[in-house]
């Protein structure tokens, strides 16, 4: 709604002596359609004006009386708001214009144009299966990478893969005693999970193992080539069978970069900062404190001399500001890292760094269980493969009881059975804790991305049963949608791009993905009360028009979800 915002803008702007966007800013949608579409809170110049905002909404009033701009067709008061109402047949036909002349392009902008954008984001442990635990940030990350770059932007996306640490040292102490190449040639990840739960098993019995552990991670540490060897072997085996997750839900990387990439940049990172003068010895780890700004101290290396996942993350900062010269840098992580991130910023700002400040922790909630806390450690996981695959086996049954004849049913599950888990996250504030529950995952019915996908496909059966693809446009068909319901439907439709900048500046996929609820609400509204395949030839091309214009929305917001819109279900 931004361009009919600033056209109110600036009639208004010379009347209270704002500036067009601090007008923009101000305007508010009232909550009923009968008090106009868009309205102007007086408020704000009481004081100034010394009248109450009432009367000054009133004076505005007379001030427009018979005034009226290209897409308002006039403006009158309602107790301390000025209430524009817009005129609907210019209106509607500059929206449905828009969105067809758009058309995979309609919602995108350049605000972000220029800028650079490493957002990391998914980061699974190597040697552990794929959970659901690591869906939010895989999923929300995804989203965040569509939906910026769709503003301009271009987006970095980073795998930090949890691919170091004394773990590795537990994995080959567990291959070397209890390992079967032929089993792990079998299902190599899920062998390695067994591994790594037995080892910690066994070690409750023989704590012995965890030295052994901590040795063997040390010659890894020094590069020896027989547990390099194992690593690599690990590694390799994980990220393949991870690909099959990424290339399951569409997403691609453009870098697996795990903690292992910056092992040879620890020494200089520690250097920096110790050549800055900010960091101090306590009790023989290297510190830097962070006292005073509220913060409990950054450990940067323990007295053994080992490195933190903290120096880890200086060391990556450092790294993708010199490799990709980011403007911003994403960090999708869970809330409970909100204070590591809070270090790691102080210590890049105290570094001198001005870019510190543009390093962005994207927290999000909890993923909770009815069964208690997940535990790798003890094997009590869900896995995320099964998730995704019972969906699509679910979406399947439902399409072979509904739909029997479908051609593409296949293809069908996977958009509807894929669609409704990443949708059961995306629509949640990532900042809320979800409690993880088979039924809902697996519920397509109501507010899910089933009904979206379902709206999308209904339209383009009607647009078959038209025998049409994509309707002709004519001057003059808004002057054709007068129907209550379909001035909401045009109205939702204008706020598309508007959603979308601020999903992307708020970092929140949730405010697209219940915005297209609404659109497949009003859609669903308008279809029961406006018959589309009407005799009324005008009416009839101008409501092929407008639904073809849902249709666009729907699917170019579900693609910014990732989520894949089929034309028949």
């Given at each position: 709604m931004d361009h009919y915002k600033k056209e109110i803008g600036r009639a208004l702007a010379p009347l209270v002596e704002l500036a067009v966007p601090r007008v923009v800013e101000l305007l508010e949608e009232p909550p009923e359609p009968a008090m106009g579409d868009l309205a102007f809170p007086c408020f704000t110049l009481a004081a100034r004006q010394k009248q109450s905002p009432a009367a000054i909404a009133a004076a505005l009033g007379r001030s427009l009386s018979g005034e009226r701009g290209v897409f308002w067709e006039k403006a009158a008061p309602r107790g301390p708001y000025l209430n524009f109402y817009l005129d609907y047949p210019v209106f509607s036909d500059d929206i449905l214009k828009r969105v067809l002349a758009g058309?995979?392009?309609?919602?995108?902008?350049?605000?972000?144009?220029?800028?650079?954008?490493?957002?990391?984001y998914s980061s699974p442990n190597i040697c552990k299966p794929f959970g659901i635990g690591h869906i939010r940030s895989t999923v929300i990350g995804h989203a965040l990478s569509l939906i910026l770059e769709s503003q301009g932007c271009r987006c970095i996306g980073i795998n930090h893969l949890g691919d170091w640490g004394t773990q590795f040292g537990k994995m080959i102490v567990a291959y070397k005693r209890w390992g079967d190449d032929q089993k792990l040639k079998q299902d190599p990840v899920n062998y390695l999970y067994y591994l790594y739960v037995r080892f910690h098993q066994e070690a409750e019995a023989d704590p012995a193992l965890e030295?052994?552990?901590?040795?063997w991670f040390k010659r890894l540490e020094k590069g020896e080539a027989e547990a390099v060897t194992y690593w690599e072997l690990f590694r390799r085996l994980s990220l393949e069978n991870y690909e099959q997750v990424y290339d399951l839900l569409g997403i691609r990387f453009s870098y697996h970069h795990g903690e292992s990439h910056y092992n040879d940049m620890l020494d200089d990172?520690?250097?920096?900062?110790?050549?800055?003068?900010?960091?101090?010895?306590?009790?023989?780890?290297?510190?830097?404190?962070?006292?005073?700004?509220?913060?409990?101290?950054?450990?940067?290396?323990?007295?053994?001399?080992?490195?933190?996942?903290?120096?880890?993350?200086?060391?990556?900062?450092?790294?993708?500001?010199?490799?990709?010269?980011?403007?911003?840098?994403?960090y999708v992580v869970g809330a409970e890292q909100t204070l590591h991130f809070q270090q790691m910023v102080k210590v890049l700002e105290l570094l001198g760094l001005s870019w510190a400040k543009e390093c962005i922790h994207v927290p999000f909630g909890l993923i909770r269980f009815k069964e208690g806390r997940m535990s790798t450690r003890k094997g009590k996981m869900i896995l995320l493969a099964d998730v995704l695959q019972r969906a699509i086996?679910?979406?399947?049954?439902i399409i072979e009881e509904k739909n029997p004849t479908l051609a593409n049913k296949e293809s069908a599950a996977r958009a509807v059975g894929l669609g409704a888990v990443r949708f059961g996250d995306l629509s949640n504030d990532r900042i809320k804790d979800i409690e993880f529950d088979w039924e809902k995952v697996l519920d397509?019915?109501?507010?899910?991305?089933?009904?979206i996908q379902y709206a999308h496909a209904r339209i383009c059966s009607i647009l078959r049963r038209a025998g049409l693809d994509e309707p002709d446009w004519f001057e003059g068909a808004g002057g054709h949608l007068g129907q209550v319901e379909e001035r909401a439907l045009v109205k939702t439709l204008a706020a598309f791009p508007e959603k979308i900048s601020d999903a992307a500046g708020s970092y929140r996929p949730s405010i697209l993905a219940r915005y297209l609820i609404d659109v497949a609400r009003d859609f669903n509204r308008f279809y029961h009360e406006c018959p589309v395949l009407v005799g009324q030839q005008e009416l009839r091309r101008a409501r092929l028009l407008l639904i073809a214009a849902v249709r666009r929305v729907l699917k170019n917001g579900l693609g910014l979800l990732g989520i894949a819109a089929p034309g028949e279900m």
């Open positions: 058309g995979p392009d309609y919602g995108k902008s350049d605000r972000g144009r220029g800028e650079v954008i490493v957002i990391d030295e052994e552990a901590r040795l990172t520690i250097r920096f900062v110790q050549e800055k003068g900010i960091a101090q010895e306590s009790e023989g780890a290297l510190i830097v404190d962070l006292e005073k700004y509220g913060l409990p101290p950054a450990m940067l290396r323990k007295k053994d001399g080992a490195t933190l996942y903290l120096t880890r993350d200086l060391a990556a900062a450092l790294y993708r500001k010199r490799t990709f010269n980011f403007t911003r840098a994403l086996n679910l979406a399947r049954e397509f019915s109501g507010e899910t991305a089933a009904y």
